[in-house]
């Protein structure tokens, strides 16, 4: 089945602990994205990934880094986590057509919480 | 730069009664337009799009047309159900491929 698939699903953690949420797909997808969703804010693009070794800020990069050493994943690493970092978070994948990104397929979210 | 301003909710929504949903966006070039749905503990899912003006989309019932001149790709649906109740999302990208989206609209259907 083709997906998207974030691992964990909800995680509870305190502020400056590090930590990773992975986030693989198998659909051999070149882009790779991440958004948080916040209440009245919509969703709002952390960083994305053109392909492999290729990543560029979105709208809402501090305090986020990724890595895209392999095609098929694309993991978010907080390195010090904040309590202004709670929120939900989607990791999404599209093919890329004649170098402009097609139709985005979203994960299942995973939901952060810093306290 | 490019916006996505969709109606802010809740709509609540009788069983069967007619949903629209608002949205405008501004952007330049020819952008693409979505809308996507998220039922409740799920990610974003693709429920219709279209890529050019005055191109339709639909999908279970849904229908949203590309209107250009109008800077807007609004939501209908004619007969609610119970299981339409999620919130959607209005996004657009544009023409270098960077998708932005509106905050999103909660629709609540009631027996």
């Known amino acids: 089945e083709a997906q998207v698939t974030q691992n964990p699903r909800y995680l509870i953690t305190v502020t400056g602990k590090k930590l990773t949420v992975t986030c693989s797909q198998n659909?051999?997808?070149?882009?790779m994205s991440w958004y948080r969703q916040d209440p009245g804010l919509g969703l709002r693009q952390i960083y994305y990934s053109m392909n492999v070794e290729v990543t560029d800020k979105g709208d809402v990069p501090e305090g986020y880094k990724v890595s895209r050493k392999e095609k098929r994943n694309f993991p978010l690493i907080l390195e010090s986590p904040s309590p202004n970092q709670t929120s939900l978070y989607f990791c999404a994948s599209s093919l890329v057509i004649a170098g402009v990104v097609d139709t985005q397929y979203f994960g299942p979210g995973t939901r952060l919480t810093v306290l | 730069g490019d916006s996505v301003t969709q109606m802010e909710g809740p709509v609540t929504l009788s069983e069967e009664a007619f949903l629209t949903i608002n949205c405008t966006y501004t952007a330049t070039g020819y952008p693409s337009l979505f809308w996507y749905v998220q039922y409740p503990g799920e990610g974003l899912q693709l429920l219709l799009k279209?890529?050019?003006?005055?191109d339709k989309g639909s999908n279970k019932g849904f229908e949203a047309t590309y209107r250009k001149e109008t800077t807007s790709f609004h939501l209908e649906k004619g007969s609610v159900q119970v299981s339409d109740s999620a919130v959607y999302f209005c996004a657009l990208k544009n023409s270098w491929g960077k998708f932005q989206f509106g905050a999103g609209t909660q629709v609540v259907v009631t027996p």
């Open positions: 659909m051999n997808h070149e882009y």
């Open positions: 279209a890529t050019k003006a005055d």
